[in-house]
C-alpha cells in the first residue's frame, strides 16, 4: 500500500515533468510511447487506489463528459480592461505622459504581446493550481476549473520552489491556428456554424460543459501577470521570468525596452513579425515595469494607468477584381461575390469575398477590373472595404447586379423591406434543393452520415432526391451503383436516414429550412407549439407571442406553410416516421425490443450520435439506459476517451464494451 502511494507520486511528479518539458519548453526527455507507458501505469494504480484521487494529477487532462453548469466566483482582484492605442505616436505621447507623472522618472517598459483569445484567472495555493475563473464582468466570472485542468500548457502542479504560498496569476486563454483550422475543417464537414475567429472558438471551447470535447480541441495558454502579496520580485519582468521557472508559459516576446526608441523598434517589429505566429494577437501591450511605480500611477475606473494596448491596423491587401460572381443559397437568396486575383493576407490566399447584397455593392461602386481592398480585420471570411478608383482602367463598366436567377434563369424578386434578391424558383432550382438536402442532412439536424453538398448534387441529378421526403425512400440497392459508393457506405447512409426518425422534433424543424428560422428560433417555435399540426394552424398573432419571434419570422413560417408543395413534404416525412411532435416526457415510442431487459452504461464521446440520441436509441429499443457500472451491467456503450475509473471496472467485472459501430449493427 505504502509502495503504491510512493509510486503514484513519483509517476504524478515525472508526469508533471515530463508535461513542462513537453509542452512549455518543447524539450522532451522521454519519448511519448514512454510517457504514454507511465500514464497508463498511473492510471490503474489510481483507479487500484481511490482513496488517492487527485484532482490536479496529470491524469486528469483528459476531462469528463460529465456535464454540469458554471458556478459564479468573485474575483480577489477585479479584472480590468486596457487602453487601447492605434498609433505608435499614442503610445510614445503614453511614454512620456507616464514619465511625467512619475515627476520625470524614466520608467522602464515591457514590451509584451497582446494574445487575442478569452482572458482568465488562475489561483494557486502551495504549488497547486485550485481554481480558473473567467474574466466575466471583471467583478465575478465563471468557474471553468475543470476545463482549465485539460489544458496541458497550464501548470497543475509547480515546478521547483520559491513560489509564495499563495497567489493569482492571470492570462489568455488561446486557440492555436492549427487547432483552430482542425476545427472550423470539421465543423464544415459536420455542417456546423464555424467560429469566426480564434478569440469565439477559445472562449466558446471554453464554456463547453464536456471538458473531454475541451481536451480534445488543444486550448493553449499564455500567462502576463503574477499578482499577490509576497512576490518574488518588485518588478513586472523579473516576476514573469521567474514564473516561467514555476512552469508557467511566458512569452518569448515579452522584453525589457529603456527608452521611446526601443519602444517604436517593438512595434515596428512586431507589426510584421506577429504573423510568424501560432497564435492570434491583436495587438501589443505596454507596461510600466516596476511594481512600486505602477502603485504611483493607479487605475482609473477602467484600466491601469501603467498599462497600455497598441493595436494592430487590420490587415489589408490591394487586388484586381477578376469578376463577380452570385451565389444562390438554399433560401434563394442571392449573394454576390468578388472574385479576385489571389492575394496573401495574414497567412492565407484569398481569391473570393462576400459582397453580401446589391446595396453594398453599390455603394462600394464596384467596376470591371478595379483594384479593390480586402481587409481581415480578425474575421475568417475577407471583406471588401473599398475601391482605389485612381487605378480604374477608362471606359469600365458598372458592376451590374444579375436579374436572372445565375443557376435556373428565373427572374429574381426582391422582398419588400430587404436587402435581398430571391430567386423565387423554390422546387426547380438546383443549388437551393441542393443546398435544403445538405441541410437537412447536417449534424446539428438530421445528423445523416455520408451525404455532403457532391452526393446531394449527385442525388439530385440522378433523379433520386428532388426533395428531402424522398430520402426516406432510398433504397440501399440504388445508392450502391453511384460513383464513389460502395456496399458499406451505401448501408451507412440507409442507417443514417432510418436513425434519423429518432430525432427530436425541434432538429426537424429546424431541417426544414423555413427562412429565417435558425437553430435557436426553431427549439423555440417547436416547444412553444408542441406540434407539426399545431404549427400548421398558427396564425401570424399566435406565432409572434413565441420568444424571438417578430413580425418576418411569422411571417416566413405561415408562407412556408401556405406553400403546398411544402405541405406535401410535411404530409410525407410525417408517413416516413420523422417526428412531427415533442415527445411526452418520459414515454418513448417503441421500435423494437432487441436490447429488451438490458442494463446499458454510456460512455464516452461519440462520431455518429449524440449521447441523448443514443438514449433514446436504447429505450426505443426496450433497453435500460443506467448511469454507473455494476455487476447487473450488460454492456458498455463506449465512444472515444472512456473514463480510466470506468475502463477499469468495466474490465475487472467482465463487462462487454461495445462500439458505436457494433451497437448500431446490433439494432439495426
Ligand atoms: S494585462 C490590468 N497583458 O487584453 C491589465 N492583457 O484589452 C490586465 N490581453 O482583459 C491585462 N494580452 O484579456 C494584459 N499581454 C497582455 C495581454 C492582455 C491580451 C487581454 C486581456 C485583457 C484585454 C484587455
Not at 116 to 125: A, K, N
Not at 307 to 317: G, H, P, Q, T
Request: aromatic share 8%; hydrophobic share 40%; glycine share 8%.
Amino acid at each position: 500500500m505504502e509502495q503504491n502511494k510512493e509510486r503514484i507520486e513519483w509517476l504524478r511528479n515525472e508526469l508533471h515533468r515530463h508535461n513542462h518539458n513537453y509542452y512549455i519548453l518543447n524539450r522532451p526527455e522521454i519519448s511519448d510511447r514512454e510517457f504514454d507507458m507511465m500514464m497508463k501505469e498511473l492510471e490503474a494504480l489510481e483507479s487500484a487506489n481511490p482513496d488517492m484521487a487527485d484532482p490536479n494529477s496529470p491524469t486528469q487532462r483528459v476531462g469528463s463528459d460529465i456535464s454540469k453548469g458554471f458556478e459564479q466566483a468573485k474575483h480577489i482582484y477585479p479584472m480590468l480592461s486596457l487602453a487601447n492605442t492605434y498609433s505608435i505616436d499614442d503610445v510614445d505621447a503614453w511614454v512620456n505622459r507616464t514619465d511625467e507623472s512619475l515627476y520625470g522618472q524614466k520608467a522602464e517598459i515591457v514590451g509584451e504581446m497582446k494574445f487575442d483569445g478569452t482572458g482568465i484567472s488562475l489561483i494557486y495555493e502551495h504549488g497547486l493550481l485550485v481554481r480558473a475563473v473567467t474574466r466575466g464582468d471583471g467583478e465575478k466570472g465563471d468557474d471553468v476549473t475543470e476545463n482549465v485542468r485539460t489544458i496541458r500548457s497550464i501548470p497543475l502542479k509547480l515546478q521547483g520552489d520559491g513560489y509564495p504560498d499563495f497567489f493569482e496569476i492571470r492570462g489568455e486563454i488561446v486557440l492555436p491556428w492549427k487547432a483552430f483550422d482542425r476545427l472550423n475543417a470539421e465543423r464544415e464537414a459536420a455542417g456546423e456554424p464555424l467560429f469566426a475567429n480564434p478569440r469565439n472558438a477559445a472562449a466558446g471551447t471554453l464554456k463547453l460543459l464536456n471538458s473531454a470535447e475541451v481536451a480534445r480541441r488543444g486550448l493553449d495558454a499564455y500567462l502576463y501577470y503574477l499578482l499577490g502579496d509576497n512576490l518574488p520580485f518588485d518588478n513586472h519582468y523579473d516576476n514573469m521570468m521567474e514564473a516561467k521557472k514555476w512552469g508557467f508559459k511566458v512569452s518569448e516576446a515579452m522584453t525589457l525596452l529603456h527608452s521611446i526608441d526601443d519602444v517604436d523598434r517593438y512595434i515596428n517589429h512586431w507589426d510584421k513579425a506577429r504573423r510568424e505566429l501560432p497564435v492570434a494577437t491583436d495587438g501589443l501591450v505596454f507596461k510600466v515595469n516596476s511594481l512600486r511605480q505602477q502603485l504611483n500611477l493607479g487605475f482609473t475606473a477602467k484600466s491601469p494607468r501603467w498599462a497600455v494596448a497598441y493595436k494592430f491596423a487590420a490587415e489589408r491587401a490591394l487586388t484586381r477584381l477578376r469578376f463577380v460572381s452570385f451565389d444562390v443559397g438554399r433560401m434563394g437568396i442571392i449573394t454576390p461575390v468578388a472574385n479576385l486575383e489571389p492575394v496573401l493576407l495574414s497567412g492565407t490566399v484569398v481569391k473570393r469575398a462576400s459582397l453580401h447584397n446589391e446595396d453594398i455593392m453599390r455603394t462600394l461602386g464596384i467596376h470591371e477590373h478595379d483594384m479593390l481592398y480586402v481587409e481581415k480585420g480578425g474575421e475568417i471570411i475577407p471583406k471588401i472595404t473599398g475601391v482605389d478608383t485612381e487605378a480604374r482602367e477608362a471606359d469600365c463598366k458598372a458592376v451590374e447586379f444579375v436579374s436572372h436567377c445565375p443557376a435556373c434563369g428565373t427572374p429574381l424578386v426582391r422582398v419588400e423591406g430587404e436587402a435581398a434578391w430571391v430567386c423565387p424558383n423554390k422546387t426547380g432550382c438546383l443549388p437551393q434543393i441542393v443546398g435544403r438536402i445538405e441541410h437537412f442532412v447536417g449534424r446539428r439536424m438530421m445528423n445523416i452520415d455520408g451525404i455532403g453538398e457532391e452526393t446531394a448534387a449527385l442525388l439530385f441529378e440522378k433523379g433520386l432526391v428532388k426533395n428531402i421526403a424522398d430520402l426516406y425512400e432510398l433504397r440501399p440497392e440504388q445508392l450502391e451503383g453511384l460513383e464513389g459508393f460502395g456496399k458499406k457506405s451505401a448501408e451507412r447512409v440507409i442507417d443514417g436516414i432510418a436513425a434519423s426518425r429518432l430525432v427530436p422534433f425541434d432538429r426537424v424543424v429546424f431541417a426544414l429550412s423555413i427562412p429565417y428560422v435558425g437553430e435557436t428560433t426553431a427549439k423555440k417555435v417547436a416547444k412553444a407549439a408542441g406540434s407539426i399540426d399545431h404549427l400548421m394552424a398558427m396564425g401570424q398573432a399566435e406565432l409572434e407571442s413565441i420568444e424571438d419571434v417578430g413580425p418576418r419570422i411569422a411571417r416566413t413560417i405561415t408562407e412556408y406553410f401556405a406553400d403546398e408543395a411544402n405541405r406535401e413534404t410535411v404530409a410525407r416525412l410525417r408517413a416516413a416516421g420523422v417526428q412531427m411532435e415533442m415527445p411526452e416526457e418520459s414515454v418513448v415510442e417503441t421500435i423494437s425490443d432487441t436490447l429488451a431487459g438490458k442494463s446499458i452504461v454510456i460512455s464516452g464521446v461519440f462520431e455518429h450520435h449524440s449521447r441523448d440520441q443514443y438514449k433514446a436509441m436504447i429505450e426505443a429499443h426496450g433497453g435500460k439506459n443506467v448511469g454507473s457500472i455494476s455487476k447487473k451491467t450488460d454492456f458498455i456503450l463506449a465512444g472515444d476517451n472512456m473514463g480510466p475509473s470506468k475502463l477499469e471496472k468495466a474490465q475487472k467485472l467482465g463487462i462487454p464494451i461495445i462500439s458505436e459501430e457494433e451497437f448500431l449493427k446490433m439494432i439495426e
